[in-house]
């Protein structure tokens, strides 16, 4: 049997992908809303929550970027030369966060803002640029002769400024259903008042998004529209929509584990609408993942080790997970 190893190469990518978009939103988005908490205590709670698998959850990105240099390195030389700045500027984002986490607790009580302001920015200039960079490969990359063509600010543009702000709004939503799940009264009370306008602003973004990308893609507009690619297209927005209903029904109901499932379905089908604009290209808008892909011998040398790789990580993360489980309260904590 035949296997199409840079199909299976890129499912191996996108799966690393969302593994990190699902554990580190949730952990940038209680950085992006710490300014919306003011009590000291209840950012030690907040931090707290994720304080133990923080780390962990940013493997999958390192994976992703692993991955995509051992199977389509065409496609990771250009990437990278194209969007060289915001891939610079997210992992400073995420090095000040890092830092914060592991110093915040360990300062002075009178120097302890200031690692809260490195927590802040860190987290809120890692989602912004990691949305800019989204934006940016959208709207496609620029190549000749298997070489980036294009300017140094090309992913400057109006269209990833607003997929960075998007983003941010996405992980935020992430950040507050994930701390309605883990927290108790007042903080879990502030969590849920700042909910309902996140999902306001998510449907908004998703909107204008979902607008924009056909109209300035004709590729993107003739795959989402044309017939009947329609008729299967049209499923995943009905599930946003469900998803939505269900998010807000929930918050209404009082329960605390599933306004957070049903944020990230809203997320990850945010990442199966990607997915379906670009296939088969791994370089929008020209280059197929066949055209990039590694030769044979290297794809299946590398396959070997990811596939026994993964397992591994999922079992420690999963652990992790179960050994932390249950709400976090005030003086609770893993310094």
Excluded: C
Aim: hydrophobic content about 55%; aromatic content about 14%; overall charge negative.
């Amino acid at each position: 049997m035949d296997f199409d190893l840079p199909v299976i190469w890129l499912i191996v990518i996108l799966f690393s992908i969302t593994m990190y978009v699902i554990m580190d939103g949730f952990d940038l988005g209680i950085g992006i809303l710490f300014p919306f908490v003011q009590d000291k205590h209840d950012r030690d709670v907040m931090m707290n929550t994720v304080a133990p698998v923080w780390d962990g959850n940013e493997t999958w990105l390192v994976l992703g970027g692993a991955g995509l240099m051992a199977a389509f390195p065409l496609a990771y030389a250009i990437v990278l030369s194209a969007l060289y700045q915001p891939i610079i500027l997210m992992l400073l984002g995420l090095i000040f966060r890092g830092v914060a986490f592991e110093f915040r607790f360990k300062a002075p009580e009178k120097e302890q803002h200031i690692w809260d302001k490195a927590f802040i920015g860190g987290s809120v200039m890692a989602a912004f640029f990691q949305g800019v960079i989204l934006g940016a490969y959208i709207n496609g990359i620029p190549v000749e002769n298997k070489e980036f063509i294009g300017g140094e600010l090309d992913w400057l543009t109006p269209f990833s400024i607003f997929t960075g702000i998007g983003v941010l709004i996405a992980y935020a939503l992430l950040g507050s259903t994930w701390l309605i799940m883990k927290t108790e009264e007042q903080l879990q009370q502030r969590m849920l008042a700042l909910t309902r306008p996140l999902i306001a602003m998510v449907v908004m973004a998703l909107a204008i998004i979902s607008i924009w990308t056909p109209l300035a893609h004709a590729n993107i507009a003739d795959r989402w529209f044309s017939l009947p690619n329609f008729y299967f297209l049209a499923i995943v927005p009905v599930l946003v929509a469900i998803s939505i209903y269900s998010l807000m029904r929930e918050l209404k109901s009082g329960y605390d584990m599933q306004p957070f499932i049903s944020a990230l379905i809203i997320v990850l089908l945010g990442l199966v609408g990607l997915t379906i604009s670009i296939w088969p290209n791994i370089i929008p808008p020209s280059v197929s993942i066949w055209d990039a892909a590694a030769p044979t011998q290297s794809l299946v040398f590398a396959l070997v080790g990811t596939l026994l790789i993964i397992p591994v990580i999922l079992i420690y993360t999963v652990w992790s997970y179960r050994v932390f489980k249950g709400k976090v309260r005030h003086g609770d904590g893993y310094h």
